[in-house]
């Protein structure tokens, strides 16, 4: 019911030693200029109480991030506006690129990854987070990730 990819779509292996750049499994920094965090969109899944989620990465402003990162560990952090961000995950079941999609990025109690809202557009992605899928949704989803039509990054699914 979940997939999660290993990093923002503008990740590229060659980053991974150097000075300037981090990728954990929470935040990552690109050449000390891009900064990213992970979170998640979740759907409901109609006539049931499941959730498909999707974890995916969202850029966020040098002072967001930094905001965010002071807050990181701290009791209450959910307390805290949304941050906007922009949708760095290619999620290429869709038919229509989810790159640079607008978000806001909630953050959630210490332990939790942030809840992404996406802006209420007419793209499939939004339409779904907004109305819910079905379990036969969830079946082609399935079906897709398994047969290569994932994320532009490495994927991780539970």
């Not at 991030?65 to 805290?80: H, I, K, N, Q, Y």
């Not at 999620?91 to 809202?117: C, D, F, M, Q, W």
Request: glycine content about 8%; proline content about 6%; overall charge negative.
């Amino acid at each position: 019911m979940n997939h999660s990819a290993a990093a923002p779509y503008v990740w590229d292996p060659s980053f991974a030693d150097a000075p300037d750049c981090l990728l954990s499994s929470d935040q990552c920094v690109i050449k000390a200029q891009h900064y990213f965090v992970k979170g998640l969109i979740e759907i409901p899944v109609i006539a049931s109480d499941e959730v498909f989620t999707w974890g995916v990465w969202v850029s966020l402003s040098r002072e967001n991030f930094s905001r965010a990162a002071d807050l990181w560990d701290t009791p209450g952090r959910e307390s805290e506006k949304p941050y906007f961000g922009w949708l760095t995950t290619d999620l290429r079941i869709y038919s229509h690129s989810t790159i640079n999609l607008k978000t806001y990025v909630h953050t959630r109690p210490v332990g939790e990854r942030p809840l992404i809202e996406l802006e209420p557009t007419d793209h499939p992605l939004a339409v779904e987070q907004r109305t819910g899928i079905t379990m036969d949704r969830v079946r082609e989803i399935a079906g897709a990730l398994l047969h290569g039509a994932g994320t532009g990054t490495g994927t991780e699914s539970g």
